[in-house]
């Protein structure tokens, strides 16, 4: 089962209402303040998750108006955040896949608390990304291997090539790697830009950021330790 939780983070509505409608999501999660995008866009949420400290009083009330949506209310003073509420009530529903949304951008804290959360999909061996409009990010444990495909800069040739050349507009794709624990061991990436074999990656270095695919496709893998890949682009 598919999840979609979107949060109270910095939100591109536009992006989001799409990445929402042609996901195949099987549920919809509003995580306290995130349910503030639901009410700007005129979509209802399956859930509603959270303490209501931060919502907008009048999407607060609207939603709770309406039918057929669950409302879990939490203690505003509780050890977790509203959003790794709302990813645990995921995982103990059946959920299989999970994306964040809405979990970016403001707070520096809660943009780290929130990628840390990606690593209660690792507990649980649920794949949990967290995306917004130009980043992707993936939590891999050793060992394991990761495809980062290269559809969307091919998409973007095609784009190029339909164009005047002084209406192009060039975004380039990044893909980086930043080890989340004290050391990743045996990176190997193929059909990248910069190539690394049997590496070990640490901390307190940028080695890792700002690499390119090369190829149709980009893969990783490594054997041990927990790394974060980052897909992005220039916004």
């Not at 700007?40 to 919502?55: A, E, H, M, N, Q």
């Not at 780290?112 to 891999?140: F, H, R, Y």
């Amino acid at each position: 089962m598919k999840y979609a939780i979107v949060a109270g983070g910095c939100i591109n509505d536009k992006f989001a209402l799409a990445e929402i409608k042609n996901g195949k999501y099987d549920i919809t999660l509003a995580a306290d303040s995130g349910m503030d995008f639901f009410y700007r866009v005129d979509l209802k949420p399956d859930i509603i998750i959270g303490d209501f400290d931060s919502v907008q009083s009048e999407s607060l009330e609207y939603f709770k108006k309406q039918k057929d949506i669950r409302f879990e209310i939490l203690n505003p003073i509780k050890d977790d955040t509203d959003t790794e509420h709302a990813i645990r009530y995921a995982l103990a529903h059946g959920a299989t896949e999970i994306v964040l949304l809405g979990a970016t951008g403001g707070r520096i804290d809660h943009l780290l608390a929130n990628i840390s959360l990606l690593g209660i999909g690792l507990e649980k061996n649920v794949p949990i990304k967290l995306v917004d409009e130009t980043n992707k990010v993936n939590m891999l444990q050793g060992p394991a291997s990761f495809v980062v495909s290269n559809k969307d800069h091919e998409e973007k040739e095609q784009e190029k090539k339909n164009k005047n050349s002084n209406q192009l507009i060039n975004k380039k794709h990044y893909v980086s790697l930043i080890p989340y624990t004290t050391k990743v061991t045996g990176v190997t990436l193929s059909g990248f830009k910069y190539l690394l074999k049997d590496f070990e990656m640490s901390g307190f270095n940028s080695l890792g950021v700002s690499n390119e695919i090369v190829e149709k496709e980009g893969r990783i893998s490594i054997k041990e330790g927990i790394l974060l890949v980052i897909e992005s682009q220039d916004a």
